[in-house]
T-cell receptor
Framework: ELKVEQNPLFLSMQEGKNYTIYCNYS?????LYWYRQDPGKSLESLFV?????AVKQEGRLMASLDTKARLSTLHITAAVHDLSATYFC?????????????FGDGTTLTVKP | DTGVSQDPRHKITKRGQNVTFRCDPI?????LYWYRQTLGQGPEFLTY????????KSRLLSDRFSAERPKGSFSTLEIQRTEQGDSAMYLC?????????????FGQGTRLTVV
């Protein structure tokens, strides 16, 4: 059974600082996703990572994937208040269709001035 | 058609009542998924359809839950004899079954509160 573990679960950081969220998963995977969720809202897709060594960047967020270590990271650079949200990683097992993901429990990020 | 649409957005019901939610996927998507998300947790997979066929059901989907996708377009998720533990956000997602397609798209969700 595929398990996905994120840490930390809660993160409070000051504006302008850098930090990394970690996502570990238990079995071989085809794909890994990062989502953002604002309170009471649905999931917004941030990144899709498909291969070992994949790195994607959008604004102040950068995601990477190490399939050998079964680890993905979401790095936040110079945080701003607008990044406050809950971030989920989700993993799709090998030969599993794109929509059947196993999610971590999320990292709730609060960026303080 | 701009995305996955779910209705209603919020539902409050008394324990023991039946509720039904609707999901309209992105029009060309032939796969449709239901997830449940409780407070402080990530979404959990419930079931998925390819066209009108329900191909997989999670063990989370008790016999009080039933999902249909009668014409391979919209889907409904019904919960019978609701319990307080059913209170959650129910998310629908859709994707296209084609080589190279890498992700599904989520709707806004239906938040169920059982009182």
């Amino acid at each position: 059974e595929l398990k996905v573990e994120q840490n930390p679960l809660f993160l409070s950081m000051q504006e302008g600082k850098n930090y990394t969220i970690y996502c570990n998963y238990s079995t071989t995977s085809d794909r890994l996703y990062w989502y953002r969720q604002d309170p009471g809202k649905s999931l917004e897709s941030l990144f899709v990572l498909l291969s070992n060594g994949a790195v994607k960047q959008e604004g102040r967020l950068m995601a990477s994937l190490d399939t050998k270590a079964r680890l993905s990271t979401l790095h936040i650079t110079a945080a701003v208040h607008d990044l406050s949200a809950t971030y989920f990683c989700a993993v799709v097992g090998v030969n599993t269709n794109a929509g059947k993901s196993t999610f971590g429990d999320g990292t709730t990020l609060t960026v303080k001035p | 058609d701009t995305g996955v649409s779910q209705d209603p957005r919020h539902k409050i019901t008394k324990r023991g009542q039946n509720v039904t939610f609707r999901c309209d996927p992105i029009s060309e998507h032939n796969r449709l998924y239901w997830y449940r998300q409780t407070l402080g947790q990530g979404p959990e997979f419930l079931t998925y359809f390819q066209n009108e066929a329900q191909l997989e059901k999670s063990r989370l989907l008790s016999d009080r839950f039933s999902a249909e996708r009668p014409k391979g377009s919209f889907s409904t998720l019904e919960i019978q004899r609701t319990e307080q533990g059913d209170s959650a956000m129910y998310l629908c997602a859709s994707s296209l079954d084609r080589a190279g397609v890498t992700e599904a798209f989520f709707g806004q969700g239906t938040r169920l509160t059982v009182v």
